[in-house]
């Protein structure tokens, strides 16, 4: 078995990870599906240089990180339902024979609790991580007399005199596993001092993951030493704002926006390394729904400025929200709030884009190029809305693609931007002027102002380069864009030549009518969803693995769902990032899986 054969290597080379790259074997050796992941935690048995015993026993030796899978019970029910549901029923005997025969069926492994890794930090900086791999198990000696008789080394065990709780495995030639028992657990490393760390009982360090995922990896950043902490912080902040210095022939207003901007990133490193207490990346399937999730998660302490952070970005009603729960291709939502301090970055970037913009056109009058005076005021409308929305701390924003054949795609999207009545005419006599400065731009002569009217706003269209994504999209000629602004915001839509006004003014509409937020989920600050079995369709590479991912999708998309759903919300004192895969997806999944496995690979 290859995770035994990666601890007899690992315990040769103490100073190293053991690197696995070979989970199933015979029929099943592929990407290590579902219970190859068990087996994938089990391999990473240790590393990095011994450390001294802590001088206070008694005190729990917390890792810094923890992988863990549920328990190999669950993993081969999601391997059973899934070659079940995907229509290859074929692969449940394989993947049981490899239990059987390979494995061994597991001897003296709990089935039923989580298995794993602890990761632990070296004794200074300098020294690299070292790892704890946990196992359950029912019974000590036939589990220990099970991992050494797996290949490619036979090895022996023994219990360490004196000692009632610990055994060494040795594969000869000196390659050594340290085991030492906690609860109903092993733990296993590859040096002697290690094991003498007083380690936490696995079980109930992974039970608040092994409840919420079938599999996890989280970093446990309340384990760090606070001292360790404010080292890094300190010379991580110490780093970043040295290249924050002015630059040689550096502008001023470029350089007072780089250093704002700057200045922000480290604010907010600065909070999530001294506030998060946990970042979790985990997964899970629901074997009754056949919908897979994958979550990240971010754990902030109570009543922390991240907290409060988070708190303060729940999601707001949308101007565009009516439009955001019908059929489409592909969805993006954004409606939120800004920080006082994004505010005031934004704000900054604004003023010294129009300044900036201003000497430019200034320095045209000066050398006889083609403006006026008026040219700098054209602008202001602009840039007025745009500081208008940033002070009113709403992000509001959606962009969509309809449609179901090629060349028959209409992408309809807006954002809010207030800037009052005027605005719609002020922003045709802006573009106007970019027209009129630019004689040789063969795309601007292009661009058609107020070609129709929509609730009597002007709306503009210009013409799209028959490239290859808008070929795929509008048809051979490339399609058209049409664009319009309101009072509130701007608009536009692009479709196949003759239909984007259609389009823009079809959109519009429907997002006038009332939305039903009674009957709406709580909605999310950031939302995406995309209709796979649609871009499908859009691929136009050739092969063989092209056409055998077709092949299987259209089998596995027949009557069921194939959306991926993206949402970021807060949660508590938590900001969860979330990402879900409807069945015909996970099908899908299990069909290729089981086409690789065959030998029919991708």
């Known amino acids: 078995m290859q995770s035994i054969a990666s601890l007899q290597a690992s315990a040769q080379s103490i100073s190293r990870f053991s690197n696995p790259s070979k989970i199933f074997r015979g029929p099943l050796q592929i990407h290590g599906l579902l219970l190859g992941l068990i087996l994938l935690f089990s391999t990473f048995s240790t590393a990095g240089f011994s450390q001294d015993a802590p001088q206070k026993p008694a005190r729990v030796d917390q890792p810094l990180l923890l992988s863990q899978v549920a328990n190999v019970e669950t993993l081969e029910k999601h391997g059973r339902t899934l070659f079940e549901k995907c229509e290859r029923p074929d692969m449940i005997p394989a993947m049981e024979m490899w239990l059987k025969n390979d494995l061994k069926e597991l001897k003296g492994v709990d089935r039923t609790r989580p298995l794993g890794m602890m990761m632990y930090l070296g004794d200074i900086l300098t020294e690299p991580m070292w790892a704890a791999t946990f196992i359950p198990v029912t019974n000590v000696d036939e589990f220990l007399g099970w991992m050494c008789s797996m290949p490619p080394t036979p090895g022996t065990f023994q219990k360490v005199e004196g000692s009632a709780d610990r055994w060494k495995v040795s594969f000869g030639d000196n390659a050594n596993v340290h085991v030492v028992s906690r609860g109903n657990y092993l733990i296993m490393v590859g040096e002697a001092e290690q094991a003498d760390r007083n380690f936490p009982d696995p079980g109930p360090l992974c039970e608040p993951f092994a409840t919420r995922y079938d599999a996890s990896f989280s970093g446990l950043l309340k384990n760090i030493p606070i001292g360790l902490k404010s080292v890094f912080l300190e010379f991580a902040k110490t780093t ?56 990240l998660e971010v754990v902030g302490t109570p009543e922390s400025k991240l907290v409060k952070a988070f708190s303060a970005f729940p999601g707001r009603h949308s101007q565009f929200g009516a439009l955001l729960d019908r059929e489409t291709t592909l969805t993006v939502g954004v409606s939120t709030i800004l920080e006082p301090e994004q505010q005031t970055l934004l704000q900054q970037v604004w003023t010294t884009a129009e300044q900036v913009l201003k000497k430019e056109i200034e320095k045209s009058i000066a050398a006889g190029k083609p403006g006026a005076p008026t040219d700098i005021d054209a602008f202001q409308p602009l840039f007025g809305a745009l500081q208008r929305s940033t002070q009113a701390g709403l992000v509001d924003v ?184 409807d069945d015909g997806l996970v099908k899908l999944f299990g069909r290729l899986i089981a086409r690789s496995q065959l030998g029919n690979e991708l």
């Open 240 to 295: 970043l704002r040295a290249d924050l210095q002015q630059r040689d022939n550096e502008p001023a207003e470029s350089y007072r926006l780089r250093r704002a901007s700057g200045e922000s990133v480290i604010k907010q490193f600065e909070r999530m390394v001294s506030d998060a207490e946990e970042v979790t990346i985990g997964a899970r399937l629901n074997r009754e729904t056949m919908v897979a999730t994958i979550e």
């Open 398 to 581: 959606f962009v969509q693609m309809i449609g179901a054949e090629r060349s028959q795609y209409e992408v309809v999207g807006g954002f809010r931007l207030p800037g009052g009545e005027e605005f719609p005419l002020a922003l045709q006599k802006l573009v106007q002027l970019i027209k009129d400065r630019q004689p040789d731009n063969d795309r601007l002569q292009k661009l058609e102002l107020d070609v129709a009217r929509i609730n009597d706003f002007p709306v503009h269209r210009a013409t799209l380069d028959p490239n290859g994504a808008n070929r795929r999209l509008y048809g051979e000629d490339g399609g058209e864009l049409a664009f319009l602004a309101t009072p509130e915001a701007i608009w536009f839509a692009a479709a196949s030549k003759g239909q984007a006004i259609a389009a823009l003014r079809k959109t519009i509409d429907e997002a006038a009518k009332p939305a039903d937020d009674a009957t709406r989920p709580e909605r999310a600050p950031i939302l995406v969803t995309a209709e796979i079995s649609r871009w499908v369709d859009l691929i136009d590479r050739r092969g063989r693995a092209v056409e055998t991912f077709k092949e299987e999708s259209a089998i596995a998309f027949k009557g069921t769902g194939h959306q991926v759903r993206f949402r970021m919300k807060p949660s508590g004192d938590a900001l969860k990032l979330q990402l879900e895969f």
